[in-house]
């Protein structure tokens, strides 16, 4: 680069360490010159000045630097002094300024400077000064006097300063004038020189930077620190911290007051806010955005807002928050922005503040922010001037709070004196869930006959919600006909709530869907739901219910509702074990039960504890089982349908472990408090053959027998569950030329009915009996209760067995033998003929044989009407045997 004057030289840092470099190698070989270097605020020249001082003085030259300082500008001779100091000097050149008996200030500069330049003509020197702005005049002086003597003597000057703006003497004499510019992507990426750092890390920290030396190097030691190509660490808080204590005042107050509006706004509201004159504020947030702070009036980095904050002293920082807050209120920002700073103040005065609060916490319920509400609520509570605005927030923090704390609500609603409408509802939200029958019915009543008309949709939805936690419900006379031409809410609950009478069908399922897709996830539904999701699994969907499951409970996490979410996930952990997944619905449950505490869970806790009991149950995991009973259930749980449910888990376990007469209680309790409310639930609580399962333990097979044929009587043709217990009791009293069939019906029951729980214990009562096992006996859980994966027959080793002769029963028995069942099951497969002869090591003609008298047997017309699972065709052959009827 020539000796231009006049021309300035726009680079970056990076390339200006590249000329200076080239500048010591010139002043080395004897040529001197001087370099300006100017730049914007916090452009680097500090960054460039520390950098090459440091080179310079490991290259071999001597080097002489120092800084300017705004409170040392009328301190004499100050960095004529700083240079002098270096140890490396001659003692007589360093005592030389000041010490010349008599002698004016002129003639010691003159003297230094003859000193220094006599000293640059034997080896090379560097006079490296910072912040030129704020040298005192004797000392600009020297440096002018050593300016026009560089070219003479091996005597380099590198002078930085602020404002590229501001002339200056040294601009009228030979000198490289370089006017720094923000650091590139390119300059970036050869700082952070690192082979693993990912492609878009230097542009992104060029982004968060702006090309600021001292940002981006910050930037650059936090991602090696945390490995985050986006992580503005302490690394960089601390940058931003001293950019801003170099500038001082009016620029912290403005940059702090920018921290706490946080937000897009004008200069006014910054200066309003901050205390600062308008003027003033503008050029500070010029400061700002040349630091690289700042883009279109807002900090580049939330980094930058911490930062700044996390300095504040509390009352300040309450202080400013108010002052936001009132600014905005003015400016007609909405709500919740102008109740964040109320909140971040931790108080408010203004007459206004109450009102905005509760407008921000309605907004917010309606954005699913919980906590962000319930702090607006908490804060306009405590500024309520009167009795109406203290009710009006009182019922929103009862609201709110349910979702989250269901027992916390109870306080809000106690304290209402004159309930509306909407209070009515969560009363009869609280009542059903603390299983409160009274306050319950009162409340409904009163909701449905209130002046008030109430949508058909929420009587609906309260419908099923009672039907959910109490059988029945005031509004719904479930043994009358759903009539299409009833109101279509109407009809579609009265529809649902038959299957708690006759289980699920095409109907219910119908409506469950129904109600799926037309109910959005709230206080009021989340009874109307879960009936649906089970009304699906109890008409074998359990894809579709888990499915439904899923949703709800993703629905419920993102929306901050704790309570809706527990109960959604121990209905699922309910249906992962009816399919047979004991593992998974232990963890289902025990996540469920513990997001709540027991006081928030109310009587909906029998649900995920009467899943585990059931699950470890299942298992033979006694111990496990064991520590849920002890688990505390609420009195009032017992009066609901959850807690027969429990009763009836308990009481199977007491059954397993041999403890009979204590199972006879639970089973009794149930019927007991069931003809108490008048209802009957033979799908949901079949009482009749849990009793039936417990005479057959205690060796009273007649009782068991009419146990089962009562509720046999009772039950609707469609409920296959209730037909599968049935048959499998019988199976146990039966004799035992029956009970093969018996068990095959009550596993090709409990199959369409979903329940592969129960279809695994019934397959395996049925392989005990095949091998053998001796008298039948009730069947019991075993220690890992599923069901089995059919797999394909074994292939014999060596050369092709004998084929077996055709069989020579009479046509009219009806047991498949052994290879006749092989040959069906592996049809039922999918396999065609030729490949179940190779299987088998049989000819195709044998398997057509085997299959024709397995049509016959099973009354069926061919393959295709083969039973969908093979582990059935030995069941469904048996129960040919009896007939559709006992």
Same mark, same amino acid.
């Given at each position: 680069?020539?000796?231009?004057? /006049?021309?300035?030289?726009? *680079?970056?840092?990076?390339?200006?360490?590249?000329?200076?470099?080239?500048?010591?190698?010139?002043?080395?070989?004897?040529?001197?010159?001087?370099?300006?270097?100017?730049?914007?605020?916090?452009?680097?020249?500090?960054?460039?000045?520390?950098?090459?001082?440091?080179?310079? !003085?490991?290259?071999? *030259?001597?080097?002489?630097?120092?800084?300017?300082?705004?409170?040392?500008?009328?301190?004499?001779?100050?960095?004529?002094?700083?240079?002098?100091?270096?140890? &490396?000097?001659?003692?007589?050149?360093? +005592?030389?300024? /000041?010490?010349?008996?008599?002698?004016?200030?002129?003639?010691?500069? /003159?003297?230094?400077?003859?000193?220094?330049?006599?000293?640059?003509?034997?080896?090379?020197?560097?006079?490296?000064?910072?912040?030129?702005?704020?040298?005192?005049?004797?000392?600009?002086?020297?440096?002018? @006097?050593?300016?026009?003597?560089?070219?003479?003597?091996?005597?380099?000057?590198?002078?930085?300063?602020?404002?590229?703006?501001?002339?200056?003497?040294?601009?009228?004499?030979?000198?490289?004038?370089?006017?720094?510019?923000?650091?590139?992507?390119?300059?970036?990426?050869?700082?952070?020189?690192?082979?693993?750092?990912?492609?878009?890390?230097?542009?992104?920290?060029?982004?968060?930077?702006?090309?600021?030396?001292?940002?981006?190097?910050?930037?650059?030691?936090?991602?090696?620190?945390?490995?985050?190509?986006?992580?503005?660490?302490?690394?960089?808080? @601390?940058?931003?911290?001293?950019?801003?204590?170099?500038?001082?005042?009016?620029?912290?107050?403005?940059?702090?007051?920018?921290?706490?509006?946080?937000?897009?706004?004008?200069?006014?509201?910054?200066?309003?806010?901050?205390?600062?004159?308008?003027?003033?504020?503008?050029?500070?947030?010029?400061?700002?955005?040349?630091?690289?702070?700042?883009?279109?009036?807002?900090?580049?980095?939330? =980094?930058?807002?911490?930062?700044?904050?996390?300095?504040?002293?509390?009352?300040?920082?309450?202080?400013?928050?108010?002052?936001?807050?009132?600014?905005?209120?003015?400016?007609?920002?909405?709500?919740?922005?102008?109740?964040?700073?109320?909140?971040?103040?931790?108080?408010?005065?203004?007459?206004?503040? !109450?009102?905005?609060?509760?407008?921000?916490? #309605?907004?917010?319920?309606?954005?699913?922010?919980?906590?962000?509400?319930?702090?607006?609520?908490?804060?306009?509570? =405590?500024?309520?001037?009167?009795?109406?605005?203290?009710?009006?927030?009182?019922?929103?923090?009862?609201?709110?709070?349910?979702?989250?704390?269901?027992?916390?609500?109870?306080?809000?609603?106690?304290?209402?004196?004159?309930?509306?409408?909407?209070?009515?509802?969560? @009363?009869?939200? @609280?009542?059903?869930?603390?299983?409160?029958?009274?306050?319950?019915?009162?409340?409904?009543?009163?909701?449905?006959?209130? #002046?008030?008309?109430?949508?058909?949709?929420?009587?609906?939805?309260?419908?099923?919600?009672?039907?959910?936690?109490?059988?029945?419900?005031?509004?719904?006379?479930?043994?009358?006909? &759903?009539?299409?031409?009833?109101?279509?809410?109407?009809?579609?609950?009265?529809?649902?709530?038959?299957?708690?009478?006759?289980?699920?069908?095409?109907?219910?399922?119908?409506?469950?869907?129904?109600?799926?897709?037309?109910?959005?996830?709230?206080?009021?539904?989340?009874?109307?739901?879960?009936?649906?999701?089970?009304?699906?699994?109890?008409?074998?969907?359990?894809?579709?219910?888990?499915?439904?499951?899923?949703?709800?409970?993703? #629905?419920?996490?993102?929306?901050?509702?704790?309570?809706?979410?527990?109960?959604?996930?121990?209905?699922?952990?309910?249906?992962?074990?009816?399919?047979?997944?004991?593992?998974?619905?232990?963890?289902?449950?025990?996540?469920?039960?513990?997001?709540?505490?027991?006081?928030?869970?109310?009587?909906?806790?029998?649900?995920?504890?009467?899943?585990?009991?059931?699950?470890?149950?299942?298992?033979?995991?006694?111990?496990?089982?064991?520590?849920?009973?002890?688990?505390?259930?609420?009195?009032?749980?017992?009066?609901?349908?959850?807690?027969?449910?429990?009763?009836?888990?308990?009481?199977?376990?007491?059954?397993?472990?041999?403890?009979?007469?204590?199972?006879?209680?639970?089973?009794?309790?149930?019927?007991?408090?069931?003809? +108490?409310?008048?209802?009957?639930?033979?799908?949901? *609580?079949?009482?009749?053959?849990?009793?039936?399962?417990?005479?057959?333990?205690?060796?009273?097979?007649?009782?068991?027998?009419?146990?089962?044929?009562?509720?046999?009587?009772?039950?609707?043709?469609?409920?296959?569950?209730?037909?599968?217990?049935?048959?499998?009791?019988?199976?146990?009293?039966?004799?035992?030329?029956?009970?093969?069939?018996?068990?095959?019906?009550?596993?090709?029951?409990?199959?369409?009915?979903?329940?592969?729980?129960?279809?695994?214990?019934?397959?395996?009562?049925?392989?005990?009996?095949?091998?053998?096992?001796?008298?039948?006996?009730?069947?019991?859980?075993?220690?890992?209760?599923?069901?089995?994966?059919?797999?394909?027959?074994?292939?014999?080793? /060596?050369?092709?067995?004998?084929? !077996?002769?055709?069989?020579? %029963?009479?046509?009219?028995?009806?047991?498949? =033998?052994?290879?006749?069942?092989?040959?069906?099951?592996?049809?039922?497969?999918?396999?065609?003929?030729?490949?179940?002869?190779?299987?088998?090591?049989?000819?195709?003609?044998?398997?057509?044989?085997?299959?024709?008298?397995?049509?016959?047997?099973?009354?069926?017309?061919?393959? =295709?009407?083969?039973?969908?699972?093979?582990?059935?065709?030995?069941?469904?052959?048996?129960?040919? %045997?009896?007939?559709?009827?006992?």
């Amino acid at each position: 680069m020539g000796v231009t004057w /006049g021309k300035i030289h726009h *680079i970056d840092s990076r390339q200006t360490l590249d000329l200076l470099r080239d500048k010591v190698t010139e002043c080395s070989s004897g040529t001197g010159s001087v370099v300006l270097i100017t730049g914007g605020t916090a452009s680097g020249k500090t960054h460039v000045h520390n950098e090459f001082v440091d080179y310079a !003085a490991t290259s071999g *030259i001597l080097t002489l630097s120092a800084t300017g300082a705004a409170d040392e500008r009328l301190v004499d001779g100050g960095v004529i002094d700083q240079l002098l100091a270096n140890a &490396a000097l001659p003692a007589e050149l360093s +005592d030389r300024f /000041g010490d010349i008996p008599g002698g004016t200030a002129e003639e010691q500069i /003159g003297e230094v400077c003859r000193a220094l330049h006599r000293l640059a003509r034997e080896r090379a020197v560097l006079i490296a000064v910072d912040d030129l702005q704020y040298v005192d005049n004797s000392s600009l002086q020297l440096l002018l @006097q050593l300016q026009r003597r560089t070219r003479s003597a091996g005597l380099l000057m590198v002078l930085n300063q602020s404002d590229p703006r501001r002339g200056n003497a040294f601009t009228t004499q030979p000198h490289h004038h370089v006017e720094l510019t923000a650091m590139t992507v390119t300059a970036i990426a050869e700082l952070i020189d690192e082979s693993e750092a990912p492609d878009q890390l230097a542009a992104e920290i060029h982004r968060l930077s702006a090309g600021n030396p001292l940002l981006a190097s910050a930037l650059i030691d936090d991602y090696r620190q945390d490995g985050d190509i986006a992580c503005a660490g302490a690394g960089y808080s @601390q940058a931003v911290r001293t950019l801003l204590h170099r500038w001082g005042s009016p620029v912290n107050e403005v940059a702090t007051a920018l921290a706490v509006l946080d937000t897009d706004t004008d200069t006014e509201a910054v200066a309003t806010v901050c205390g600062v004159g308008l003027h003033d504020t503008e050029t500070a947030m010029g400061v700002l955005t040349g630091f690289g702070l700042v883009t279109d009036g807002r900090f580049r980095h939330p =980094s930058v807002t911490a930062a700044i904050l996390d300095a504040l002293p509390g009352e300040a920082k309450s202080e400013l928050h108010l002052r936001a807050a009132e600014v905005k209120h003015q400016q007609a920002v909405a709500a919740p922005q102008v109740a964040a700073h109320l909140l971040a103040a931790g108080e408010a005065g203004a007459e206004w503040s !109450a009102t905005v609060l509760t407008e921000a916490a #309605e907004h917010a319920m309606l954005t699913d922010d919980v906590d962000f509400a319930t702090r607006c609520l908490n804060l306009a509570a =405590s500024l309520a001037v009167d009795d109406a605005e203290r009710e009006a927030i009182t019922r929103l923090l009862a609201k709110i709070t349910w979702r989250v704390n269901p027992s916390g609500a109870s306080s809000y609603l106690a304290s209402l004196r004159q309930p509306n409408h909407d209070d009515l509802t969560l @009363q009869v939200r @609280q009542s059903l869930w603390y299983g409160e029958r009274e306050t319950f019915g009162g409340a409904f009543e009163t909701l449905t006959n209130s #002046e008030d008309s109430v949508e058909s949709r929420t009587v609906a939805e309260l419908t099923l919600a009672s039907l959910w936690h109490y059988g029945s419900a005031p509004s719904l006379d479930s043994s009358a006909p &759903a009539t299409p031409n009833a109101d279509p809410w109407q009809h579609t609950a009265r529809t649902l709530a038959t299957v708690w009478h006759s289980g699920g069908n095409d109907n219910t399922s119908a409506c469950a869907e129904r109600i799926l897709q037309n109910c959005r996830l709230s206080d009021t539904t989340l009874e109307a739901l879960a009936t649906a999701i089970l009304a699906l699994a109890y008409d074998n969907k359990i894809d579709r219910a888990e499915g439904w499951c899923a949703s709800l409970s993703e #629905e419920a996490a993102q929306r901050g509702a704790v309570a809706w979410r527990a109960m959604l996930d121990a209905v699922w952990a309910g249906i992962i074990l009816r399919r047979g997944d004991a593992d998974a619905a232990v963890a289902m449950a025990r996540g469920a039960l513990a997001m709540l505490s027991p006081a928030n869970w109310g009587v909906a806790i029998c649900y995920p504890l009467t899943t585990l009991l059931m699950a470890h149950t299942a298992t033979g995991a006694v111990k496990a089982a064991v520590e849920i009973l002890r688990h505390p259930v609420p009195p009032a749980a017992l009066n609901t349908v959850g807690g027969l449910r429990y009763l009836r888990a308990r009481g199977h376990f007491y059954l397993a472990t041999n403890r009979v007469l204590a199972a006879v209680s639970d089973f009794q309790d149930c019927r007991r408090r069931m003809c +108490d409310w008048d209802v009957d639930m033979p799908t949901l *609580i079949p009482w009749r053959t849990d009793l039936a399962e417990a005479n057959l333990h205690l060796g009273n097979p007649s009782v068991a027998v009419e146990l089962a044929k009562q509720q046999l009587a009772m039950a609707a043709k469609t409920d296959s569950y209730t037909h599968a217990t049935v048959w499998r009791i019988l199976a146990s009293v039966g004799k035992p030329a029956e009970r093969t069939g018996l068990l095959g019906r009550a596993a090709a029951c409990f199959k369409a009915a979903g329940d592969h729980l129960e279809l695994g214990r019934t397959l395996e009562a049925m392989g005990q009996l095949r091998h053998g096992a001796g008298q039948a006996k009730p069947v019991r859980p075993s220690r890992r209760a599923a069901v089995p994966t059919p797999r394909p027959m074994p292939a014999p080793t /060596g050369a092709r067995a004998p084929e !077996a002769p055709p069989s020579t %029963e009479t046509p009219e028995s009806t047991m498949l =033998s052994d290879a006749q069942l092989r040959v069906a099951q592996l049809a039922a497969l999918g396999h065609t003929n030729r490949q179940i002869a190779n299987t088998l090591y049989i000819t195709v003609s044998t398997v057509e044989q085997h299959l024709t008298r397995v049509y016959r047997k099973l009354g069926v017309p061919g393959r =295709s009407a083969l039973p969908e699972d093979p582990a059935l065709v030995h069941a469904a052959a048996s129960m040919t %045997e009896h007939g559709p009827d006992l």
